[in-house]
């Protein structure tokens, strides 16, 4: 396969649907009762046919376009400073002079996460929101230590996200000691951060999230956060740092729900010290150095709904204690060296929603321990020695949204028995056994709208079954079986927004003419082809392009860009540059 598009197999899996325990841009602790009037973005709402912006609306899109005839909005009411800002903040039109304009705005949340050109100056006029201010983010900032100093002023700052923010060091910290009303604060892979100078934590007592990760400096500093006993979510995940001992002044932290330490050190003796978490609800251990072992403690934590011990070195002894985690709701033990005996102990576990056993030594015989599990919704099979035969103890999974069967044995035959799936959104099928057949058993799965079949051999033949998908939002038919006159049935697709037809060496300019009226793509991929350089007129109307491939194909890069320059100015992934 070519480079274009060829898979990364065995790559860190980090879970979409285990929530991090650190909140998003706007979290609802802080101050929101803005968003709900939130500005759309410049010229939003204005277009024929949509719905008639407020007066208000139309106002602050007046006030952005013109910023620099503003020097001051301290004048006007706190709500409406607010929207402006965050419109400007959002269309990339801050500077340095329409920044100032807010000063003593008293605005609440400030949020510059990876904003360019953030640095101590603008810590000035953060800091004069005063008493007002709630919310900060400055993440991957040139922001140091004189500027962190101004927040003494805010007193009652609630979060402080500072990721990527080099230039801080341990005496930056120690100007956070006063701001005690803090309940989130983030430091992700900030190596200047020590053990010393986590003591400036220590009088954050009402913390409530705290995360570290790729902190690689953190080793013993933990002992720091032992009266945060409001601190619910740690993360301290990807520390290469962190031992079995950093865990010990965490035992009496009895309120975490969530705690995060993949890639750690810990092993099963450093599992001992979380028995007393009863709250524990997260628990995310992968690629951590722990065996079935540590299950005999987890097996205690009766609130656990999330656990996550892929890549470590569990087996099928000791997995039994799985039996008594009846709360749990998403299990990721893939990449570990079990077989269908540890699945036997899956088997009462029916509040299960989403299991991960990609890589595992399993087969068609486990899959019978699953039957059980009517809620679940995502189940990953990759690279495992399930076959068809497997499948017909999945037949009656019918909340199944997610399957994985990549890499498995699963033949034409097999899929027969998915064919009652009908909530099936997502179906990876990235296998050479799959032919033309068997994509015709899967056309009452309607509600598709993921569907991949890198590997499989599908024809210009099969392609006609794709017209049942009408949902599909993202498709990869890769591998060389299709011409153009199989991407003519692709063309009815018009929900797609990602598309990958490449390795289809015989496809040419006619393709991409083919799918020229699937303007709702984001992303796609023709590489390895033969489209040409007059094949580009056709992309034109792909507006809402943002990434396209066309490696190994006779297309010359500038003229890529002049495509890009004339008719797709959203396109920003460009392949060959």
Not at 289 to 308: D, F, M, W
Not at 403 to 415: E, I, K, R
Not at 475 to 501: Q, S
Request: glycine residues 8%; aromatic residues 4%.
């Amino acid at each position: 396969m070519g480079g274009a598009c060829s898979r990364k197999r065995y790559q860190q899996v980090r879970e979409d649907d285990v929530r991090r325990g650190i909140p998003g841009k706007y979290c609802k602790n802080y101050s929101s009762k803005w968003l709900g009037s939130s500005l759309p973005r410049a010229g939003a709402g204005m277009s024929r046919g949509s719905t008639c912006p407020t007066l208000m609306e139309l106002t602050i899109h007046k006030i952005c376009e013109h910023i620099n005839e503003y020097s001051s909005f301290a004048m006007i009411p706190r709500d409406i400073s607010q929207q402006i800002f965050n419109e400007l903040v959002d269309s990339h039109l801050l500077t340095d002079v329409s920044f100032e304009a807010f000063r003593d705005c008293a605005l609440e949340d400030v949020y510059l996460g990876e904003y360019p050109a953030v640095r101590d100056s603008w810590m000035s006029v953060i800091a004069s929101q005063g008493p007002s201010l709630l919310s900060v983010d400055i993440s991957a900032s040139d922001v140091t230590d004189s500027g962190l100093d101004l927040l003494k002023d805010c007193p009652n700052l609630q979060g402080l996200t500072l990721d990527y923010c080099y230039r801080l060091s341990d005496s930056g910290l120690g100007f956070l000691s006063d701001l005690s009303n803090l309940t989130t604060l983030s430091f992700k892979k900030s190596s200047s951060i020590t053990a010393q100078g986590m003591a400036a934590f220590a009088g954050l007592t009402n913390l409530k999230s705290l995360d570290l990760e790729r902190c690689p400096g953190i080793h013993g500093g933990l002992v720091h956060l032992r009266g945060l006993t409001k601190l619910e979510s740690l993360n301290i995940g990807w520390c290469n740092c962190i031992t079995n001992s950093d865990l010990k002044p965490l035992s009496g932290l009895t309120n975490l729900r969530v705690l995060l330490l993949p890639r750690s050190k810990v092993s099963d003796d450093g599992v001992v010290f979380l028995k007393g978490m009863h709250e524990l609800s997260l628990l995310n251990m992968e690629g951590c150095p722990v065996t079935a072992a540590c299950l005999e403690t987890i097996s205690g934590l009766a609130k656990l709904s999330h656990l996550n011990v892929q890549r470590s070195n569990l087996s099928d002894d000791g997995c039994d204690k799985f039996a008594g985690l009846v709360n749990l709701k998403v299990l990721n033990i893939g990449f570990n060296n079990i077989t269908d005996a540890c699945l036997k102990h899956l088997k009462g576990l029916t509040n299960m929603e989403s299991l991960n056993l990609d890589s595992c030594k399993i087969g068609d015989e486990g899959m019978a321990y699953l039957e059980g599990m009517k809620r679940l919704r995502c189940l990953e099979l990759s690279d495992t020695e399930v076959g068809s035969s497997g499948l017909r103890h999945l037949s009656g999974l019918r909340n199944l949204e997610s399957v994985n069967l990549s890499f498995t044995l699963v033949t034409d035959g097999g899929l027969r028995r998915l064919s009652g799936l009908t909530s099936l959104k997502s179906l990876n099928l990235d296998t050479r056994q799959i032919t033309d057949t068997g994509l015709a058993s899967l056309t009452s799965l309607t509600s598709l709208t993921h569907l991949d079949l890198f590997g499989a051999r599908i024809t210009d033949y099969g392609t006609n079954y794709l017209r049942y998908f009408k949902n599909l939002r993202s498709l990869e038919v890769c591998g060389g079986g299709i011409t153009d006159a199989g991407v003519k049935n692709i063309r009815e697709l018009t929900c797609l927004t990602h598309l990958n037809l490449s390795q289809n060496c015989n496809l040419t300019d006619k393709a991409l003419e083919s799918i020229s009226g699937l303007t709702a793509l984001v992303s796609l991929n023709v590489s390895s082809s033969r489209v040409t350089n007059a094949g580009l007129q056709h992309l034109k109307m792909l507006t809402n392009l943002r990434s396209l491939s066309l490696e190994s194909c006779k297309v010359a890069p500038n003229e890529i860009k002049k495509l890009q320059l004339s008719a797709l100015p959203n396109l920003v992934n460009i392949r060959p540059k």
